[in-house]
Structures are given as structure tokens and as C-alpha cells.
């Protein structure tokens, strides 16, 4: 292969193309340079040369790691959504109303972030606190099944979901017709269970951000 016919793109997990056509996430594609570019202000622009999420790789594997520096710079602008958590080790974007993305891979080198701290502390325990919890809902198929085995009644419970018609052309979610979150009965993780309007049971285990 010629050397100009080298696969440049920037993505493979399709992720950028997602965060770009959604409004509230401060990055743009450029048709005119081909560029996914991110706002870390209104008024700085800079270029994705890599995904943070996939690196540009197609299949996961051991990149090297960053060793440019330019992330904590992108962070050191004042007003940045570029963010680094110095405990945690970890950088974020974030946007809208406190929500953020992980950065796994450094978008000007392609090369990997740090692992994070919070990974390496509770991650051995959030992994048999979920198997533990899954094992037990391994058959529920209604929420009233879940509440059932859980024991006891949810800590949160929603039926008044307002359904995201952002969410469900760029992300592909179905309506949900009610919702319920235990927050107290694992130490590392929540469980949110959600019954479809199509009668589909689906079960998360979001990590807790501090444990
Ligand atoms: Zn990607
Ligand atoms: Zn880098």
C-alpha cells in the first residue's frame, strides 16, 4: 500500500461521529478538513488527531502509552472541558449538565492514558459484587422479579420517564417504561433496572464514583 493510502481515520469505534452530532458534546466535525475537532473553549479549538475512546485501533491491544503531554496542557486552559482528576488520575470531558466521557487514549498521540486509580482500587470488588448480583438476577424477567429478589423495595423508582428523542436517534434507545435503583445494598455498584415498552427487562451495575 502506498504510504498516502495509510488509514487515517481518526475512529474505528464510531464513537466521535456519535459525539459530533450530538449537540450538548463540544465536538465538531469539519467536512472541510475531514477533522474531528473538540472545543475545550468557546473560543480554543483543537484537533482529535485519535479517538479518545478506541485510540483510532480497531481491535483492543497494548498501544504505547502517551508521553505528550498535551492532554494536561488541553486541561490547564482555563475554563477547559477537558478536566484532569489528579486523585484518580484520570481525564475527562465534560459538558452539559455534569456529565462527562472518559478519555482512554491520548487524542494527540494515539497513545494510552494511565490506567486509573479508581480502577485499580475497587475494581477487583465491583467485579464480584456485579458477578454476585448478576448470578442472582440471572432470571428475572419483570421488575416486580427483581424486587423480589433483591428483597426489598428500590431506594428510587420512576415511571414519569422523559424519553430522549436525542437519545434514541443518535444512540439507538428504546422508551423505558418505568425504572428502579437500588443505591444501598451493594457497596461498590447501584443496580438500575428498567422494563422496556416492550415488556424487555434490561439490568445495569454502574460502578458508585466513590466507594
Ligand atoms: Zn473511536
Ligand atoms: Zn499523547
Redesign the pocket.
Known sequence: MPWFLVDMNPCHCGNLAKFAKDPEIPIQFTNKSGSYFVYLTSTNQQKLSFCFVCGGHSAQREEPK??????RKWSDVRGSCIQHDAVLNEYHLVYGDRCRLFLYY??????R?PESKSNRVSGKSFKVERLKFEKKLERAKTLEQVIKVLGGPPDERDTDIRFDKKEKEIYGAKPVKELIRYTQIARTLNIVAQELEDGTLQIFYPMKSKS
Not at 502517551?66 to 492532554?71: G, M, S, T
Not at 491520548?106 to 497513545?111: A, L, S
Open positions: 502517551c508521553k505528550c503531554k498535551q492532554l491520548c487524542p494527540k498521540c494515539g497513545g492514558l
